[in-house]
């Protein structure tokens, strides 16, 4: 009997299988963020079938998008359909699954364009999936929150995982203290007096002066680390993107558990700089408080 040796096509095969079969498995336990109350249900449900597809980058069908965002079957279909009579989507009638077309790429080209051009950022983050295997984020601010809008997910075994539309308080996460380490300290108290009384008899109270203290240091050193904050035994590392002054800020982050980032720490943080550097440059170091913003200040921290 002859017996036929895999080969390498058969083993770039069975990787590319099992690569896939882990992806739609990690979907599968995605967890995707509930939709605002105060938002339109069927304008924030189609905004989020667009960044479902930016997530899985690949085609689904209708059962596989009302699953993964726990919609009924019907206003998902319905959705879909408005979205490919409008031009987002493309459908296959063969295989009844839709993709988004280049009219979704081409909405936000005109945003930003020093940093998106030519995927430029989008590559950044791939490269940084790919050198280090961890979770790569992009964050921006909505309102009090820092809000992961694009996510290359971790290739470890053992890894985090989050889904864009993510949002956490800029008090308490790591994307959120870069942001406000772009601001005057006067507007970080009162933006944390906001947070505070938004927060709720459960919600996590941050004093004014420990926030400041540690946005110092993040200006200081020029990126922000932390671990078990929100999520235990998770940590991140993030940096500012370089930004003009009257833009919102971007804030690049790589995640993953506590024991494979923290004696990796110092490499990760000079890959950081060094690859955003490269693409981008750099707009120097963030801005600070000026003298009259610290007396207000002085008046406002007791208040708080």
Known sequence: MVQ????????????ALFEQQAEEASEACAQWPELPSSAVKSAARALQILEYFDHIRRTANVIQVSRALSYPQSSASILLRSLVTLGYLDYDRRSRTYRPTNR????????EPELFQDGMLLDLLSELNEETSDLVALGSRNALS?????????KTALRLHVTPGTSRPMSTSVMGWIMLSRLPDLEVAKILRRINAEAGPQGQIVRVPDLLRRLEEIRRDGYAFSHSQITPGAAVLAMPLPTKADKSPLVI????????????????VELLRSKVSAKFGSDGPARSTDGQGIRELNLVVTRV
């Open 4 to 15: 036929l040796l895999p080969t390498v096509a058969d083993a770039a095969a069975d990787t």
């Open 104 to 111: 979704v790429r081409l909405l936000g080209s005109w945003i």
């Open 146 to 154: 820092a809000q992961y809008i694009h996510v290359v997910q971790a």
């Open 253 to 268: 982050g790589i995640g993953s558990t506590v024991e494979r980032m923290e004696p990796r720490l110092e490499g990760l």
